[in-house]
T-cell receptor, first 114, second 112 residues
Framework: EAGVVQSPRYKIIEKKQPVAFWCNPISGHNTLYWYRQNLGQGPELLIRYENEEAVDDSQLPKDRFSAERLKGVDSTLKIQPAELGDSAVYLC????????????FGPGTRLLVL | GQNIDQPTEMTATEGAIVQINCTYQTSGFNGLFWYQQHAGEAPTFLSYNVLDGLEEKGRFSSFLSRSKGYSYLLLKELQMKDSASYLCAVRVYNQAGTALIFGKGTTLSVSS
């Protein structure tokens, strides 16, 4: 079974530029998550989708971040414009509706904003 | 607020046993997870506890005491490849259903 796929793996941009990250979850997983992980920290949730619906975006900085999950499968996270403080690893995860709802993570996109 | 504490760093030698502790103060507890994360890689699921007690899975075991807000991950017969960060994560109920709150991770270094 294929895992969570993310691209690109690395991205270097200058501040004020836009950037987008793409995620394809594990087949059959209806819940999709975007996390941000700063160096030496645990992942922090940005947004959670149940199928196409964003059910928890309380931690998403909506002035510059946006996300979509068309057709309830792939998802895109966008930052516009990027700031120096956005440098981090952006992780995508997915889960099924089971008792544990274990989240499985993709390899992440490492973003560096110069 | 939600708070999860775990040691920042631990060291051990090959073949040894190490215990990584995690204490949490959260509201609406709904399960505790342990993840392993090698440098530059994705977190990988290790274990899940929702009831008190010990869950064993090969060389790895995880323990939970809900009344004490305490969990530990036990790694036996340590190998060099076990050098990684170990993340304790608590699932809590919130207005949107549930959310996973991660600790900062414990970096384990295994030496020969």
């Amino acid at each position: 079974e294929a895992g969570v796929v993310q691209s690109p793996r690395y991205k270097i941009i200058e501040k004020k530029q836009p950037v987008a990250f793409w995620c394809n979850p594990i087949s059959g997983h209806n819940t999709l998550y975007w996390y941000r992980q700063n160096l030496g920290q645990g992942p922090e949730l940005l947004i959670r989708y149940e199928n196409e619906e964003a059910v928890d975006d309380s931690q998403l900085p909506k002035d510059r971040f946006s996300a979509e999950r068309l057709k309830g499968v792939d998802s895109t996270l966008k930052i516009q414009p990027a700031e120096l403080g956005d440098s981090a690893v952006y992780l995508c995860a997915s889960s099924q509706r089971t008792r544990a709802e274990t989240q499985y993570f993709g390899p992440g996109t490492r973003l560096l904003v110069l | 607020g939600q708070n999860i504490d775990q040691p920042t760093e631990m060291t051990a030698t090959e073949g040894a046993i190490v215990q990584i502790n995690c204490t949490y103060q959260t509201s609406g507890f709904n399960g505790l997870f342990w993840y392993q994360q090698h440098a530059g890689e994705a977190p990988t699921f290790l274990s899940y506890n929702v009831l008190d007690g010990l869950e064993e899975k090969g060389r790895f075991s995880s323990f939970l005491s809900r009344s004490k807000g305490y969990s530990y991950l036990l790694l036996k017969e340590l190998q060099m490849k076990d050098s990684a960060s170990y993340l304790c994560a608590v699932r809590v109920y919130n207005q949107a259903g549930t959310a996973l709150i991660f600790g900062k991770g414990t970096t384990l270094s295994v030496s020969s």
